[in-house]
């Protein structure tokens, strides 16, 4: 493929296989008990995959809505023309919740100061604005909080009947969902069951109740409620090793990034590779360079440990990433200038995956796929239709 790309993408790039991501919402969909619709979560330039191109496969798959954090993300769906459902969730005060209201977008509050900016905002548009209220059943981030919830309830029923909202969800968030057993699952589920309860007495009746990430939509039918909503699922990752592997549900990686060797060059042993002479060659050897760096979002821990495909094996980097690039030792095995090197991908062509990223530098595969940065370009494969 490589062959065929625009300059730009000759350095590096991620091919983003969309018609994996419309497969991976397939098999979410079908996942979900009794009914329940998909939420694909397109959160921070869809975990780094590209917002609008995800977004459309997203919808071609049969996403009834999208998820975003900031209102920002959801007036992008808008102004690339997504005229679907949209949740957004992580608002500040000043909103913008206007503008989220005139563009059909849905809200979230979880305290009185949010639901108080959205009422003024709805009323001074002539518009009711779409509310799902977000109770902290146990996450202790976002949402409200037990003790508050009745009064926030009570005050969400009053804009309702003055018109000037209309509570289409109520939700929560897991926080260890991705270990499963985790004591904290179950008593979160029944923190969730009564805030539910304390809301339909008073009078609320939400179109949907949702409450399942990608663990929950994988592990836990009971929580699946009206509607789910997975995002690194979406992006055929597992959101953990204790889940179990992309593959044990059918889930396929949907990035690939590979470089194209910017130099490879014999150096005799004893030689010091990148900054800070970290690592020394053992022997004479050949050393190829990537061209990829931290400013890429390859991450600096990966520096000694992170793992790349280069000449049909497994090199690891050798010494320090820098901004632009890191080097690997290629053994004494031979390599031309040019040439591919793959960093991560699905893994069936023999190359590392995100999560093996993940396990060599301590963090999450979520974390290697969202930060891979702008300078990357996103090379988009459709795939069959
Ligand atoms: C990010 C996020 C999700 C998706 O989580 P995954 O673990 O990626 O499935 C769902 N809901 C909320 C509120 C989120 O912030």
């Not at 808008?78 to 949209?86: E, H, L």
């Not at 010494?319 to 053994?331: H, K, S």
Request: include cysteine.
């Amino acid at each position: 493929m490589s062959d065929q790309l625009p300059p730009e993408c000759a350095r590096l790039r991620a091919e983003i296989d969309l018609a994996a991501l419309r497969s991976n919402v397939r098999v979410l969909r079908e996942r979900a008990v009794g009914g329940a619709q998909v939420m694909a979560v397109v959160k921070a330039d869809a975990y780094g995959h590209g917002l609008v191109p995800c977004a459309r496969a997203a919808r071609d798959a049969g996403a009834a809505w999208l998820g975003t954090a900031t209102p920002h993300e959801a007036l992008a769906l808008r102004a690339a023309g997504d005229g679907g459902r949209v949740l957004c969730w992580l608002w500040t005060p000043g909103g913008p919740w206007r503008e989220a209201i005139e563009a059909d977008i849905d809200v979230s509050a979880s305290g009185r100061w949010a639901l108080e900016e959205i009422v003024a905002a709805a009323r001074a548009c002539g518009r009711t604005a779409r509310v799902h209220l977000k109770a902290d059943t146990g996450l202790g981030r976002n949402g409200c909080q037990p003790a508050d919830w009745p009064d926030l309830v009570a005050a969400a029923r009053a804009a309702e009947a003055e018109g000037a909202i209309t509570v289409t969800g109520l939700w929560s968030h897991f926080a260890c969902a991705d270990e499963p057993g985790h004591p904290s699952i179950a008593a979160q589920q029944e923190s969730f069951r009564t805030a539910l309860a304390v809301a339909e007495r008073a009078g609320i009746r939400p179109e949907v109740r949702h409450f399942a990430n990608s663990p929950a939509t994988l592990t836990l039918p009971d929580a699946h409620y009206d509607l789910v909503r997975p995002g690194i699922a979406v992006y055929g990752l597992s959101p953990s090793p204790e889940v179990g592997t992309p593959q044990d549900f059918g889930l396929r990686p949907v990035m690939t990034l590979a470089a194209r060797l910017a130099m490879v060059k014999r150096v005799p042993g004893g030689h010091g590779v990148s900054y800070g002479h970290s690592y020394v060659t053992p022997g004479a050897t050949t050393l190829a360079l990537v061209p990829a760096g931290y400013a890429d979002g390859i991450p600096r821990h990966a520096s000694g440990s992170g793992p790349v495909l280069v000449a049909g094996k497994w090199r690891t980097v050798a010494g320090r990433v820098a901004m632009d690039q890191f080097v690997v030792d290629l053994g004494g095995d031979l390599a031309e200038t040019g040439d591919e090197a793959v960093l991560f991908g699905p893994g069936d062509a023999g190359e590392p995956t995100a999560e093996d990223w993940a396990r060599a530098t301590g963090t999450i595969g979520y974390e290697i796929v969202t930060r891979i940065g702008p300078r990357v370009p996103r090379v988009y494969a459709a795939g069959g239709a």
